[in-house]
């Protein structure tokens, strides 16, 4: 779905929310931040990405005396190649597909927002790569900005993601002598409008395929199950948004299958694993499956090439018929009208 301008196509959810009048908080902005991308489909980009990526503690909590010699001695020199030949797979036009959708995403928020009556200025950062969180925080303070949303493109909350954001901001603070008001959102995975948009996006699949297929799969990203058993509350999370995207689709238990993907050295991540569960499901004669990716806001990588590529293949090798890839939500209008939501919510009393 191209991006539109929001004056033309902003949802009426957004327009019901719309106060008498306009307020111009020029002192407020709003920052969106996702994971990151490389700049380009090499081996020299991915190498520089995979370096910043690998060495957060939050990512590998592994001592970095013991880390860093492998990290740099051995899957830096091998590991940024292969990720270029399957990132080159999905490259867009415009460039990484993440970076294109985070973009829009910025740009209809800020439309969208303006549709509601908020005026704030909306920008786009990276945990990893550019623009850099750092960078955008002082662009923002240069226009003057003295309260900022930060807002992870993250539903579910896990410290691997939502709590690097969280460092990467306190990192910038440290060294910043004049600090803005800052408000973080941590989690928004059961909030009413993203189930929605999530659901919509379901029936919107459904409706050009011709119905659903015998089981929709929901493939979330994976953490290590430590993590969990520390108190991370990310499997919970994903959880609940599966049953209750499964309750706003009218889905039975055995309709729906919850797995985890994208799993990163020899420890016991979450299960089911996306793809073996793919496989078995086959196996057993399973020919149709419905695929999505809920906890990604934006497709990349793991869910164009691992998902859409990879797992289906996976699938249909093993005896299966037909995969069907959900898109993720991107810029659907009423994931924006979600973003919009949450963003006011969030800003309570800073705009009027």
Known sequence: MPAQPASSTAPAAASSLRPAATHHAANAAVLLCNLGTPEAPTAPALRRYL???LSDPRIVEIPRAVWLPILHGIILRVRPAKSAAKYASIWMQEGSPLAVWTQRQAVMLRGWLGEAGVQVPVRHAMRYGQPAIAAQ????QA????RVLVLPL????????????A???AAWMRRTRRLPELRFVNSYHDHPAYIHALAQS???HWQREGGPAELLVMSFHGIPERAVRLGDPYQA????TAALLAQALGLQPSQYQVTFQSRFGKAKWLEPYTEPTLIALAQRGTKRVDVMCPGFTSDCLETLEEINQEAREAFLHAGGQEFRYIPCL??????ITALSQIARQHMGGWTG
Do not use: I
């Open 143 to 146: 226009e003057g900005v003295d």
């Open 137 to 140: 925080l002082e662009a923002l």
């Open 154 to 165: 993250y539903p579910q909350y896990s410290a691997t993601t939502t709590a690097s954001v």
């Open 237 to 240: 999370e994903c959880l609940a």
């Open 330 to 335: 991107n810029d659907h209008p009423l994931w």
């Open 51 to 53: 370096a910043q990526f």
């Open 167 to 169: 460092d990467d901001v």
């Open 202 to 204: 379901v029936r919107d």
